[in-house]
């Protein structure tokens, strides 16, 4: 089983649409969660921190359900601009340090 | 200059060359990382450094060597490199080393090796 594993989609959708990516994660000790944004051959950027409570910023909330290892984040009211590759991301803490894996991702395509 | 600087942006070599990746970062960051993206996979984190000590190499080949020589500064040498080493290679800072800091990616060089 990987260690982040995301839907690769891609997700076709039209603007003004609500759209979900989900992603899973194996390792139960897992301590931080992230979603980054990627847009075409440009470098990854924080979209949000993933809180235990849940967290909205603008049109994007993100959920972390510990008990199943599941993160989700929901976009609202598509943009064209929102049109990217989605990366989970989890830290896992070692001895000494932590570990970052990033999900494959989830590209998102959203049309007018 | 702000944020994660990177050069060369592209970079094509042969098997035999030897060459250098260099990133920069303007954060005053403690925590310097290399990254290889290739199509169609999740990152793979190469090296991490912290305070300019290595404290973590993910099993990567000797052919790649990393050089921290202060907190700012990050080198990738690169030497008798295979074609699968085609990829693009990212560095990244944090404010430090825990988990729950935002890493900062620079853009990337994109690497080809004929």
């Known amino acids: 089983r990987k260690e982040v594993e995301q839907d690769p989609g891609p997700f076709n959708v039209p603007e003004g649409a609500t759209v979900a990516f989900n992603c899973t994660y194996s390792n139960s000790a897992s301590q931080s969660f992230f979603w980054y944004r990627q847009d075409c051959r440009k470098e990854p950027k924080l979209l949000m921190s993933v809180y235990s409570s849940g967290n909205e910023d603008g049109r994007f909330t993100a959920q972390l359900n510990r008990a199943s290892q599941y993160i989700s984040l929901l976009i609202r009211d598509s943009k064209l601009s929102d049109s990217a590759t989605y990366l989970c991301v989890v830290s896992l803490p070692l001895t000494g340090g932590f570990k970052t894996i990033f999900g494959a991702g989830t590209r998102l395509f959203v049309k007018a | 200059e702000t944020g994660v600087t990177q050069t060369p942006r592209h970079l094509v070599m042969g098997m035999t060359n030897k060459k250098s990746l260099k990133c920069e970062q303007h954060l005053g960051h403690n925590a310097m990382y290399w990254y290889k993206q290739s199509a169609k996979k999740p990152l793979e984190l190469m090296f991490v450094y912290s305070l300019e000590e290595r404290v973590e190499n993910n099993s990567v080949p000797s052919r790649f060597s990393p050089e921290c020589p202060n907190s700012s500064h990050l080198f990738l040498h690169l030497h008798t490199l295979q074609p699968e080493d085609s990829a693009l290679y990212l560095c990244?800072?944090?404010?430090?080393?825990?988990?729950?800091?935002?890493?900062?990616f620079g853009p990337g060089t994109r690497l080809t090796v004929t």
């Open positions: 990244a800072s944090s404010q430090d080393l825990a988990g729950a800091y935002e890493q900062y």
